[in-house]
């Protein structure tokens, strides 16, 4: 069974801290992906990477970065955390499509509260 | 612009009966389709998917129907069983969109004992 990892399930900070939310797969996967899940608006894309050292925009990266330096891991960056940013955000895992259609694999999330 | 759409925010069943979720999208480029389930407080659970040259792909109690002249798909689930209560997403892939998902916005599916 596929392992997605994220390190906290519910997180507290304050306004104009800096915050990383890390994501683990055990599972050898090419892609990562970060969402973030809003009530009615369902899953958002924030960033993704096909490979290490690789990233691309989702749709809504404003606010956002990332680091893959080691293949399993993906780490999501809140440069300067506002209270917009309140969310449930959620850490997903594939093969790559190269191999066919492959559904993701979600970790259980992180609850973060920006205070 | 919403590309998929879950215009359903809720469905109450009674158990024993068939759940039926339905899902409509705008992008003709899509090829791949997906269902999952997520409990309150987990991450989404892959339930079923289904790829465009087919037109229903069928799990245990889980059917998935694709209409492409319609842009429209749906989720049965038959019997439905009050563990089946959760949050439904339907989620499309484009090809050579390097396994990127659009998501619904989710459907909460209440199965009534």
């Known amino acids: 069974d596929v392992k997605v990892t994220q390190s906290s399930r519910y997180l507290v900070k304050r306004t104009g801290e800096k915050v990383f939310l890390e994501c683990v797969q055990d599972m050898d996967h090419e892609n990562m992906f970060w969402y973030r899940q809003d009530p009615g608006l369902g899953l958002r894309l924030i960033y993704f990477s096909y490979d290490v050292k690789m990233k691309e925009k989702g749709d809504i990266p404003e606010g956002y970065s990332v680091s893959r330096e080691k293949k399993e891991r993906f780490s999501l960056i809140l440069e300067s955390a506002s209270t917009n940013q309140t969310s449930m955000y959620l850490c997903?895992?594939?093969?790559?499509?190269?191999?066919?259609?492959?559904?993701?694999?979600f970790g259980d999330g992180t609850r973060l509260s920006i205070l | 612009d919403q590309q998929v759409k879950q215009n359903s925010p809720s469905l109450s069943v009674q158990e024993g009966r068939i759940s039926i979720l339905n899902c409509d999208y705008t992008n003709s480029m899509f090829d791949y389709f997906l269902w999952y389930k997520k409990y309150p407080a987990e991450g989404p659970t892959f339930l079923i998917s289904i790829s465009s040259i087919k037109d229903k792909n069928e799990d245990g109690r889980f059917t998935v129907f694709l209409n492409k002249s319609a842009k429209h798909l749906s989720l049965h689930i038959v019997p439905s069983q009050p563990g089946d209560s959760a949050v439904y997403f339907c989620?499309?892939?484009?090809?050579?969109?390097?396994?990127?998902?659009?998501f619904g916005g989710g459907t909460r599916l209440m199965v009534k004992p």
């Open positions: 997903a895992s594939s093969l790559s499509q190269g191999r066919g259609n492959q559904p993701q694999h």
């Open positions: 989620a499309a892939s484009a090809k050579n969109a390097g396994n990127m998902l659009t």
